[in-house]
């Protein structure tokens, strides 16, 4: 603007005189109804600023043809203009902007244009709204700085979703690649067919780019399928959005943002309104307007201090290094509550001290008495149900219920507690772009709150908000304590198999037999019963059954025997059985020594280095848990191959809850191990001493509460009662 009027300050001077008034033609479309105010506001400011006068040659182009259009420029470019305002939107500019661009004639456009962006060489084109890729960026950021994971976009035409093609560029960027919904506006004013899918869908965040006169009537019909309440969040993609009265709409809990360039606190701001609103008056009145009267109002306005703040060209004509403010609708009206630049298009400054004017979506919940409904994973010793057989009711206790009852103590609310359908801490599933569990309930706004052993993880502080930790743990092995067993009856014959016990018994039985018939057949065995008789009638042999058996049996034992062979042959075999006797008794008594030493010792581990080596002892941890995160997500190579062995093991060795991980240590007999987080191996150890703690801990991370992302003040306020709690 500045430059355009110092353009027409410049055409003015080579006039040279004051007297004679620069020509200006305006395009305008009665669609504006204000349109006529703001250019005679605008000649009086002129004149007033710089002492010259202009002369307009106004023109209200609505729905005129490009020929049309055309005639109508060069008509009025032959009345000796010095530059062209308007026209107000792209279909009847193109017209105008060539004109403008042969003629070298200086053209002022007021409208969102992208095309802009290949404005080269158009000096004389000005384009007074702010940058499209600026402009573009802002919004991303916005989006980015709320956090959203998702939401629908509601476009108008193909120009608002080009609008938008910021926002959808840095979903694109992002990481998890989250789901968005893209919805065109009906072509009628009736919407609901399409509220009511979005209402089904459960996405709570809409981004509404349409032109600033349709938003009331889309809002109010969202207002009557009840899409208005609590969590639900707009952005009104319009930099006019602000000036749309939608305080009368009913129920209106949710929190609507969007962001505006006139900054109505500003005297600026405020003089011109009123100047305005004083010339609509003079308009309105049949008598002919007083220019003394019109100048004295107008006195007081500064042109360095300009309504959309200060204003800067590029070389090619766009508007750049502009502010704008983001403002919040909340309990009735819409609070500034941030700022962004672009001299710094990624962040937005939060304004710096909330006052009482920043009162957020929970207080509002309290004061009104909603009950604050918390979601909760069954699990000792955090969150246990129990049935109470005098009320009927199900009833829960333990660690968290306990604290979340102090919590609601110290800051007023009420509360219902219930169990997470689905049994899950919450996990993100990439299959269905979405989370599971706790984390789920508060993403879809199910729960106001989630407590129980719930880990706090950086990839599920992207999707909610957690307390500070309530405790705080690491991931460690759970392991059942090595026993020492009775020894059975037959334990003796545990050294060697009953194989070779059969096969010996055998060999026995045979040895003892092949002993006795060699005996009987050997003369060397037969002997005089009476020495002193030379000639004796009868020989006596001592090797009966009786002590055949003896022998052998003597000798396996060790214990040797009182009667002995006398024979070659009986010799001969009863070595070959002695021989026979020193090998197997060696060889038990060497495996029974070995089999006692290892029944003591049975398989060990003693860190997690000890687990990853080994493939003996299985182990596994909680299914979709954050201990399993730990392990998918690490970039320690021993934690990588823990976790390949555990994701490849049949039968499977994830739990789905971390009671399931304790009996399987218990009934594995040490053959299995469970990576759990400390304290709950704690928690588990006091109670039963089978069980002990292997190694140190992985990592060091602690438990929270998890709550929607906009409960930005009761974070804080219950951050700060959680330590009077705790001390
Ligand atoms: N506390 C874990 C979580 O919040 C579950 C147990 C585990 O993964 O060890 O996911």
């Given at each position: 603007?500045?430059?355009?009027?110092?353009?027409?300050?410049?055409?003015?001077?080579?006039?040279?005189?004051?007297?004679?008034?620069?020509?200006?033609?305006?395009?305008?479309?009665?669609?504006?109804?204000?349109?006529?105010?703001?250019?005679?506001?605008?000649?009086?400011?002129?004149?007033?600023?710089?002492?010259?006068s202009?002369?307009?040659?106004v023109?209200?182009?609505?729905?005129?043809?490009?020929?049309?259009?055309?005639?109508?420029?060069?008509?009025?470019?032959?009345?000796?203009?010095?530059?062209?305002?308007?026209?107000?939107?792209?279909?009847?500019?193109?017209?105008?902007?060539?004109?403008s661009?042969?003629?070298e004639?200086?053209?002022?456009?007021?409208?969102?244009?992208?095309?802009?962006?290949d404005?080269?060489?158009?000096?004389q084109?000005?384009n007074?709204?702010?940058?499209?890729?600026?402009?573009?960026?802002?919004?991303a950021?916005?989006?980015?700085?709320?956090?959203?994971?998702?939401?629908?976009?509601?476009?108008?035409?193909?120009?608002?979703?080009?609008?938008?093609?910021?926002?959808?560029?840095?979903?694109?960027?992002?990481?998890?690649?989250?789901?968005?919904?893209?919805?065109k506006?009906?072509?009628?004013?009736d919407?609901?067919?399409?509220?009511?899918?979005?209402?089904?869908?459960?996405?709570?965040?809409?981004?509404?780019?349409?032109?600033?006169?349709?938003?009331?009537?889309?809002?109010?019909?969202?207002?009557?399928?009840?899409?208005?309440?609590?969590?639900?969040s707009?952005?009104?993609?319009?930099?006019?959005?602000?000036?749309?009265?939608?305080?009368?709409?009913?129920?209106?809990?949710?929190?609507?943002?969007?962001?505006?360039?006139?900054?109505?606190?500003?005297?600026?701001?405020?003089?011109?309104?009123?100047?305005?609103?004083?010339?609509?008056?003079?308009?309105?009145?049949?008598?002919?307007?007083?220019?003394?009267?019109?100048?004295?109002?107008?006195?007081?306005?500064?042109?360095?201090?300009?309504?959309?703040?200060?204003?800067?060209?590029?070389?090619?004509?766009?508007?750049?290094?502009?502010?704008?403010?983001?403002?919040?609708?909340?309990?009735?009206?819409?609070?500034?509550?941030?700022?962004?630049?672009?001299?710094?298009?990624?962040?937005?400054?939060?304004?710096?001290?909330?006052?009482?004017?920043?009162?957020?979506?929970?207080?509002?919940?309290?004061?009104?008495?909603?009950?604050?409904?918390?979601?909760?994973?069954?699990?000792?010793?955090?969150?246990?149900?129990?049935?109470?057989?005098?009320?009927?009711?199900?009833e829960?206790?333990?660690?968290?219920?306990?604290?979340?009852?102090?919590?609601?103590?110290?800051?007023?609310?009420?509360?219902?507690?219930?169990?997470?359908?689905?049994k899950?801490?919450?996990?993100?599933?990439?299959?269905?772009?979405?989370?599971?569990?706790?984390?789920?309930?508060?993403?879809?706004?199910?729960?106001h709150?989630?407590?129980?052993?719930?880990?706090?993880?950086?990839?599920?502080?992207?999707?909610?908000?957690?307390?500070?930790?309530?405790?705080?743990?690491?991931?460690?092995?759970?392991?059942?304590?090595?026993?020492?067993?009775?020894?059975?009856?037959?334990?003796?014959?545990?050294?060697?198999?009953?194989?070779?016990?059969?096969?010996?018994?055998?060999?026995?039985?045979?040895?003892?037999?092949?002993?006795?018939?060699?005996?009987?057949?050997?003369?060397?065995?037969?002997?005089?019963?009476?020495?002193?008789?030379?000639?004796?009638?009868?020989?006596?042999?001592?090797?009966?059954?009786?002590?055949?058996?003896?022998?052998?049996?003597?000798?396996?034992?060790?214990?040797?025997?009182?009667?002995?062979?006398?024979?070659?042959?009986?010799?001969?075999?009863?070595?070959?059985?002695?021989?026979?006797?020193?090998?197997?008794?060696?060889?038990?008594?060497?495996?029974?020594a070995?089999?006692?030493?290892?029944?003591?010792?049975?398989?060990?581990?003693?860190?997690?280095?000890?687990?990853?080596k080994?493939?003996?002892?299985?182990?596994?941890?909680?299914?979709?848990?954050?201990?399993?995160?730990?392990?998918?997500?690490?970039?320690?190579?021993?934690?990588?191959k823990?976790?390949?062995?555990?994701?490849?093991?049949?039968?499977?060795?994830?739990?789905?809850?971390?009671?399931?991980?304790?009996?399987?240590v218990?009934?594995?007999?040490?053959m299995?191990?469970?990576?759990?987080?400390s304290?709950?191996?704690?928690?588990?150890?006091?109670?039963?001493?089978?069980?002990?703690?292997?190694?140190?801990?992985?990592?060091?991370?602690?438990?929270?509460?998890?709550?929607?992302?906009?409960?930005?003040?009761?974070?804080?306020?219950?951050?700060?009662?959680?330590?009077?709690?705790?001390?």
């Open positions: 603007m500045k430059q355009f009027v110092m353009l027409l300050c410049f055409a003015a001077a080579c006039i040279g005189n004051t007297d004679i008034p620069v020509d200006i033609g305006i395009l305008y479309s009665d669609e504006d109804p204000i349109a006529d105010i703001a250019i005679r506001h605008m000649e009086v400011r002129f004149k007033l600023f710089t002492n010259y202009i002369n307009t040659h023109v209200n182009v609505k729905d005129m043809g490009s020929c049309t259009v055309e005639n109508i420029v060069c008509d009025i470019i032959e009345k000796g203009i010095y530059g062209i305002i308007g026209p107000p939107s792209e279909p009847t500019n193109l017209i105008v902007q060539s004109v661009e042969k003629l004639l200086p053209q002022l456009q007021t409208f969102w244009n992208p095309a802009m962006n404005a080269d060489n158009r000096t084109i000005l007074l709204y702010p940058d499209a890729n600026m402009l573009g960026k802002a919004w950021t916005l989006i980015k700085e709320m956090r959203w994971r998702s939401y629908v976009l509601l476009y108008e035409d193909d120009e608002s979703l080009l609008q938008a093609q910021e926002i959808l560029k840095f979903r694109r960027e992002a990481a998890d690649d989250f789901p968005i919904m893209i919805r506006l009906l072509p009628d004013s919407q609901s067919t399409l509220l009511k899918e979005i209402k089904v869908s459960k996405q709570i965040h809409v981004i509404l780019v349409c032109r600033s006169d349709r938003i009331l009537d889309i809002l109010k019909q969202a207002e009557t399928i009840n899409m208005f309440e609590d969590y639900r707009y952005v009104l993609m319009s930099l006019d959005a602000h000036t749309i009265d939608i305080s009368g709409l009913k129920n209106n809990s949710a929190n609507i943002t969007t962001l505006r360039m006139i900054s109505t606190n500003k005297n600026s701001v405020r003089n011109v309104i009123r100047d305005w609103e004083f010339m609509e008056e003079q308009f309105q009145r049949p008598t002919k307007i007083d220019p003394e009267t019109i100048k004295r109002p107008l006195t007081s306005g500064i042109l360095s201090d300009l309504l959309t703040g200060t204003i800067e060209f590029d070389g090619f004509g766009r508007r750049k290094n502009f502010k704008l403010q983001i403002l919040d609708f909340y309990n009735g009206r819409y609070r500034h509550t941030g700022d962004w630049s672009s001299e710094d298009p990624d962040h937005i400054k939060p304004l710096a001290t909330p006052s009482n004017d920043t009162v957020y979506i929970t207080d509002m919940n309290l004061q009104k008495g909603i009950i604050v409904r918390v979601a909760a994973k069954e699990g000792e010793p955090y969150v246990m149900s129990t049935y109470n057989n005098d009320t009927g009711q199900i829960f206790e333990g660690y968290a219920v306990d604290l979340i009852d102090e919590i609601s103590k110290l800051l007023k609310f009420s509360y219902e507690f219930y169990l997470v359908p689905d899950k801490y919450g996990n993100y599933d990439p299959k269905i772009k979405n989370w599971n569990g706790l984390i789920r309930e508060i993403i879809d706004r199910r729960a709150l989630a407590i129980c052993d719930l880990t706090i993880t950086h990839e599920r502080g992207r999707a909610v908000d957690f307390s500070m930790p309530f405790m705080t743990l690491g991931i460690s092995i759970l392991y059942s304590k090595a026993t020492r067993k009775m020894p059975g009856l037959f334990a003796f014959t545990d050294p060697l198999s009953q194989d070779i016990w059969l096969c010996m018994a055998t060999a026995y039985l045979i040895m003892s037999i092949i002993i006795y018939i060699t005996a009987r057949l050997t003369p060397s065995e037969w002997e005089n019963p009476h020495p002193c008789d030379n000639n004796p009638q009868e020989l006596e042999n001592i090797w009966t059954f009786k002590n055949s058996f003896w022998l052998t049996l003597g000798s396996i034992m060790a214990q040797g025997c009182d009667i002995l062979p006398k024979g070659l042959s009986t010799r001969m075999i009863t070595s070959m059985w002695w021989f026979f006797s020193l090998i197997i008794t060696a060889s038990y008594t060497a495996n029974l070995a089999f006692l030493t290892n029944e003591r010792m049975g398989p060990t581990i003693e860190s997690y280095e000890d687990l990853a080994q493939s003996l002892i299985k182990y596994g941890c909680v299914e979709g848990g954050a201990t399993a995160t730990f392990f998918r997500d690490s970039n320690v190579s021993t934690f990588q823990m976790w390949r062995t555990m994701a490849s093991t049949e039968p499977r060795v994830f739990q789905a809850s971390n009671k399931d991980g304790v009996k399987k218990k009934t594995s007999k040490r299995y191990a469970f990576l759990m987080e304290s709950q191996i704690e928690y588990e150890r006091e109670r039963d001493c089978e069980l002990t703690q292997v190694g140190s801990w992985l990592d060091t991370k602690g438990y929270g509460i998890a709550m929607p992302i906009i409960l930005k003040s009761m974070h804080a306020e219950c951050n700060e009662k959680y330590i009077d709690i705790m001390r």
